[in-house]
């Protein structure tokens, strides 16, 4: 299905500007953005870098082409990027669709197409478009940010009036192929325990979103239910020099869900969000089914303030637990944020971000914690960021 939808959208991009009279006629529009990131900690090596010496290794570039020939149509394709630490250091795929809007109650988008689940995920590929450096790594965990952003598959999308007194709703409805490739950061700990996915993991994947934007001026509240049908892949295991055992990765169907909301007037803006993650996942090898037990509670709260027209400072608590652990460090994950932004003008901008975490449910692989992973960390991140 990926290789069709992407050889249409591929088609519609060499076929319109033959149609085109003019360069003009097309709208074309290129955009990016090059960012340049520093992280410390005071103990704990985080995101697959060698954070407790103080690392720059986390770069990213992105570039997007869009073309308009019709007031209606649109098309583009978005390029990525990226190095952290040990993951990463190639060139992606972001997104790269058409689009078709009708009128302001639907319109209609396919190819590779942003998920727009959750309140944040489908402007986590825009650094310069918020204040942090971080988002809440709760939800929008750095090390896995291209599986979640986008699927292979379709989009509807619209604005639907219910009048004066009630305010509007925009609705998003989509399906498709999500694919979560065999060197993507959710799967670093399997990595390190000799186990891969050499085809990664992919299945199929529902979704809604509903955004209420209320009558009471700059509030939105919201949700997201995903639906991802039980999903399957091969997964090998290699536990001694000379020794690879063939088994898969089974993943129940199962519900992901989110609530949200989100508060703008003036200078302020407050914003909080809830979601919930049980898949059922098992490894199996032969006559020897693993668990591989997950069932996390996911939430935060932020607040920012715009101190001049340059500088906006924040705060945000991320808080996460995974039911399905024990007690102790490796079941949650708690933290504290202190942020800050300066825009030096309309290209280039600074962030700066102070991070106290408690536990180790996030951020930490055991390969670079030898000596065991510490229950808090002080982290420290810099980001220095251009637009164009």
Known sequence: MKQFLMGVVMLALTVIPARAQSMEDLNIQIH????????????????????SDGSPAWSEAVVNVTAQPDSKLRVGVQARYFLLGNIGNAITLDW????????????????????????????????????????????????????????????VYGTLKL???????????????????GDDGYWIGLREAGMNLPNGLSGSNIGATLHWK??????????????????????????APGVLL?????????????????????????????????????????HLPIPFPVDKRQWYGMASYKVT??????????????HALPLGPAR??????????????????AKAEQHFIDGTDNYF???????????????TVLKIGVSF
């Open 32 to 51: 990016g953005y090059a960012t340049q990131g520093f992280l410390y900690t005071n103990q704990n090596n985080l995101f697959t870098t060698n954070s």
């Open 365 to 379: 692989d055991e390969n670079l914690n030898p000596n065991g992973i510490q229950p808090t960390t002080k982290l």
């Open 309 to 322: 027209q340059k500088l906006s400072a924040g705060i945000y608590d991320s808080q996460q637990i995974n």
């Open 332 to 349: 949650f994950s708690k933290d504290w944020v202190i942020s800050g932004r300066y825009d030096f003008n309309q290209f280039l901008y």
């Open 246 to 286: 063939t088994g898969s990765m089974d993943v129940k169907s199962f519900n992901q869900w989110a609530t949200f909301a989100v508060y703008e007037k003036n200078k302020i803006m407050l914003a909080g969000e809830y979601n919930k993650l049980a898949p059922g996942i098992t490894l199996s090898f032969p």
């Open 214 to 239: 209320m009558p009471f001026k700059g509030l939105m509240i919201g949700g997201t239910d995903t639906r991802k049908p039980a999903w399957s892949s091969q997964l090998t295991f290699a536990p």
């Open 96 to 155: 790269a669709n058409a689009d078709y809007k009708f009128n302001d109650k639907l319109g209609v988008r396919f190819g590779k197409v942003k998920m727009p689940s959750n309140l944040f995920n489908e402007v986590q590929d825009i650094d310069p478009s918020y204040m942090w450096a971080l988002l809440p790594q709760s939800v929008y965990t750095l090390t896995n940010r291209n599986s979640a952003l986008s699927q292979y598959g379709g989009l």
């Open 163 to 181: 009048g004066n007194n009630l305010g509007k709703v925009e609705y998003r409805g989509w399906g498709g192929e999500q694919v979560l490739g």
